[in-house]
């Protein structure tokens, strides 16, 4: 039986890149979002199924926030549907993981960083199941190569002035975190891809990783916005959401694709599942009724006169 907390439909949406110099063709599916808990039925693994056999892609990537909550890891239940949806994508493409804040960090109250329990675990699961887990480092396949950058608590929290953990977007974080890596030698020999949880794209972000062929994302569910509404937004190339993840109105570029300044091309996938915990209830209402979605990225290099 389908929860009436999860999408009946799914799309996949396709978007296509072409760079401006030789590069191996490549099909690659975003997806993420899961977040595996009692609420999710096997309705999404189904999901999950028809979408790697409509893409046919020839590497996943897997954006965060896979489970609902690091004690998921611990529910025989959840671990059940892990398990069964980490093998879906490795036995049809080569797959990556990067992980969100629900990974590691409690969504709710009392909230709690469990860094220290929940990453041993995860590079144990994804070894069983044959998925790559990328913390802060390089993957390499065929004609494309991957940075997976980690959002730690500092990119994720907040502390406020009675030392209660905030779960919040900290973009300031992130932007420190990524000058820390020097980008600029990168070579055009491959295609270069940098692939993060929450799409906190400060300039400074963005400039720092000019040399990446493309950036994905997850996090946003799409700017939680009823279903319909994304068709008419991706016609209009617009990228901005109803209501964000912090509970803020309006946020921009939470969803689609679309190209920076510097020929980077910026992917955001909406997820797999509606808002969860992170609307108000009257806008989950309207959230759930969306498509499930992954994202299928077509690249092609420059071709020949």
Do not use: Y
Not at 100 to 107: A, E, K, L
């Amino acid at each position: 039986m389908v929860n009436l907390k999860e999408s009946s439909t799914l799309k996949v949406r396709l978007h296509q890149v072409r760079l401006n110099r030789d590069a191996k063709s490549i099909k690659v599916m975003v997806t993420g979002d899961w977040h595996i808990s009692p609420i999710i039925s096997e309705n999404q693994a189904n999901f999950l199924q028809e979408a790697v056999t409509q893409a046919e892609p020839d590497v996943i990537l897997l954006q965060g926030d896979i489970v609902d909550s690091p004690t998921e890891l611990e529910r025989e239940t959840s671990l059940k549907k892990l398990l069964k949806e980490l093998r879906i994508c490795s036995q049809v493409a080569p797959t990556f993981l990067v992980l969100g804040s629900h990974d590691f960090i409690t969504p709710r109250e009392p909230r709690k960083v469990m860094k220290e329990f929940a990453i041993p675990r995860w590079k144990v699961l994804c070894k069983k199941c044959g998925v790559r887990l990328l913390i802060d480092e390089w993957a390499e396949l065929d004609g494309i190569r991957f940075f997976g950058a980690f959002q730690d608590e500092k990119c994720s929290t907040f502390v406020d002035k009675n030392g209660k953990l905030i779960h919040k977007d900290n973009p300031a974080a992130f932007e420190e975190f990524i000058k820390k890596f020097d980008f600029s030698n990168i070579s055009d020999d491959k295609i270069n891809w940098f692939l993060s949880h929450a799409p906190l794209l400060t300039p400074g972000v963005i400039e720092a990783c000019q040399k990446f062929d493309v950036m994905s994302f997850g996090h946003t569910h799409g700017g939680i916005i009823p279903r319909g509404m994304d068709e008419i937004f991706e016609k209009l190339n617009l990228h901005f959401g109803i209501i964000s993840a912090n509970k803020t109105l309006f946020p921009g570029k939470v969803r689609g694709a679309w190209e920076e300044d510097f020929e980077t091309v910026i992917v955001v996938n909406p997820g797999m599942t509606g808002a969860q915990f992170c609307a108000p209830k009257i806008a989950q209402k309207f959230n759930f009724i969306k498509a499930a979605e992954v994202s299928l990225i077509e690249i092609t290099g420059k071709t020949e006169e």
